[in-house]
C-alpha cells in the first residue's frame, strides 16, 4: 500500500459536463495541487481525469465523476510515496518507527485536509446559491456564482 492513499468521495449537485470541464481545466491543478506535478495519463471526457504525480509524491491521482440523481459524485484518489529531498520523482522510505509514521500520518492528514477545502469550495462554486432540497441550477441560473 501507497503511503499516502486517499480515498474521497463528496456530492455535489450540479451538471457532470460543469464539474468534467473545471476538473479539466490545468490552471486548477496548480492552485488544487501545489506541492505536485500532474501529467494525465488518462482523459475520461466527463468521468475525469487520471495523472501520474511527481513532486512531494510519485504515484497517481485521479478524479472520477459519477452521475447520481441530479448531480455528481466526485470520487478522489490519491496514492504516492514521499519524495527524496531534492528529487521530483524518486521515492523515499521513511523508516518503520514511530517517528517514519507520524510523519506519514501528517502527510496523509495535510492532503486529506486540504482536498476537503478544494472539493467544499468547488461544490459551493457549482451549486451557487441553491438551498438543500431545491433543483440542480443550471449554469445560467442567476443563483450561480462564477
Known amino acids: 500500500m501507497a503511503g499516502v492513499d ?46 501520474s504525480i511527481t513532486g512531494e ?8 465523476l459519477e452521475a447520481q440523481g ?5 470520487h478522489y484518489y490519491l ?4 519524495t527524496v529531498p531534492g528529487s521530483p520523482a524518486t521515492a523515499r522510505a521513511l523508516p518503520e518507527s514511530a517517528r517514519g509514521r507520524r510523519e506519514l500520518d501528517r502527510l496523509r492528514r495535510r492532503h486529506a485536509i486540504a482536498w476537503k477545502q478544494v472539493v467544499w469550495a468547488l461544490k459551493d462554486e457549482m451549486e451557487g ?18
Open 79 to 82: 496514492r504516492g510515496e514521499p
Open 129 to 146: 446559491g441553491r438551498r438543500p432540497g431545491e433543483p440542480v441550477l443550471s449554469a445560467t441560473s442567476e443563483g450561480r456564482r462564477g
Open 70 to 74: 441530479d448531480g455528481v459524485l466526485v
Open 6 to 51: 486517499l480515498v474521497d468521495e463528496t456530492y455535489v449537485v450540479a451538471p457532470r459536463t460543469l464539474i468534467a470541464a473545471v476538473v479539466a481545466d490545468p490552471a486548477r491543478w496548480r492552485q488544487w495541487w501545489p506541492s505536485l506535478d500532474l501529467v494525465v495519463f488518462m482523459d475520461r471526457g466527463l468521468d475525469g481525469v487520471r495523472w
Open 57 to 64: 509524491l510519485v504515484g497517481s491521482a485521479e478524479i472520477w
